[in-house]
């Protein structure tokens, strides 16, 4: 039995930090399951939120409990209906999420995310960022087509699965991933393949195979993309984690410039960006050929 709460507040003000070009993030759950399936739970062994408070601090691992806010959608409803009354809907920049997926296996039964999207449906943001790394997105795409601002940021570390079962074992397999990708695009959803982080991969291969499945893509690193400039991913055992399964040579600040340059020759420098620059540029005018 998922534990529910009750909250006040769906929309959190988003002032600075690394997405610091949106107005607000939304976070349908708090905490994450998808540890849950393995003996050693934690789930993404490079999770930043790991080292945030919401983690530390909690009575059991991060990656074995999720709590759902039961009520999210009734709230987002209110909040946007007022902000649309200010006239401010066309300033709203907003993403979901920054702290949790808003897919846990919970959102199969639940759907309190599809409820929020049938609100930005109606309230519609200047721009609104799903960021996941389930295919079950794919299931929301009739909602997702009624939200003219809004991208699916679907999360893909590497193109081998081998990697993927190595690192993060409980989370969707890369061919899943790319083909919800593809089913999004086809859609006439707008894409963003989030390499972030970038695990060790086949540069050529990988570019290749997003090259036909996304909008753009933006690739971060364990250095540049935890907020601590490499410090969190220090003190989460990256660097050990890394020697111990045999990647030692990936562990290292350029280890990402092949994919970029892979990235760049396949999809244009146009469609590929890099970290913190890269997250906050999406929908920019440079994106606007995304969805005619």
């Known amino acids: 039995?998922?534990?529910?709460?009750?909250v006040r507040r769906a929309l959190q003000p988003q002032r600075g930090g690394f997405l610091n070009t949106f107005t607000h993030t939304l976070q349908p759950y708090a905490g994450c399951a998808f540890g849950q399936a393995t003996s050693q739970g934690q789930g993404c062994p490079y999770c930043y939120v790991r080292r945030l408070p919401v983690a530390l601090f909690a009575a059991s691992p991060w990656g074995e409990w999720v709590v759902a806010k039961e009520n999210i959608?009734?709230?987002?409803?209110?909040?946007?209906?007022?902000?649309?009354?200010r006239g401010m809907l066309p300033t709203l920049r907003i993403f979901m999420s920054s702290a949790t997926d808003p897919y846990q296996g919970a959102e199969t039964g639940?759907?309190?995310?599809?409820?929020?999207?049938?609100?930005?449906?109606?309230y519609p943001p200047a721009l609104l960022v799903v960021q996941t790394r389930s295919p079950l997105v794919v299931r929301d795409v009739d909602v997702?087509?009624?939200i003219p601002g809004a991208w699916v940021s679907l999360t893909l570390e590497t193109n081998e699965e081998l990697v993927r079962r190595a690192f993060t074992p409980t989370s969707p397999t890369v061919a899943s991933r790319l083909d919800a990708m593809q089913q999004l695009l086809q859609a006439g959803i707008p894409v963003q393949a989030a390499v972030s982080p970038m695990l060790p991969n086949t540069p050529?291969?990988?570019?290749?195979l997003l090259k036909?499945?996304?909008?753009?893509?933006v690739v971060d690193?364990?250095?540049?993309?935890d907020g601590a400039h490499g410090r969190r991913s220090e003190a989460l055992g990256l660097r050990?984690?890394?020697e111990r399964l045999g990647y030692a040579e990936w562990y290292h600040r350029s280890a990402h410039l092949p994919l970029l340059r892979a990235l760049e020759s396949e999809l244009g420098a146009h469609r590929v960006q890099f970290s913190q620059a890269g997250f906050n540029a999406i929908g920019d005018e440079g994106d606007a050929f995304a969805r005619s």
Do not use: N, S, W, Y
Not at 110 to 122: D, G, Q
Not at 204 to 208: C, E, G, P, T
Not at 212 to 217: D, G, L, M, V
Not at 221 to 225: E, K, P, V, W
């Open 240 to 242: 050990a984690l890394f």
């Open 144 to 146: 997702l087509q009624r």
């Open 73 to 85: 959608a009734d709230v987002l409803r209110r909040e946007m209906h007022r902000l649309a009354k």
């Open 110 to 122: 639940l759907r309190l995310t599809r409820a929020c999207l049938e609100v930005f449906a109606e």
């Open 204 to 208: 050529d291969v990988f570019a290749r």
């Open 1 to 6: 039995m998922i534990p529910v709460k009750q």
């Open 221 to 225: 690193t364990l250095f540049h993309g």
């Open 212 to 217: 036909h499945r996304c909008t753009r893509a």
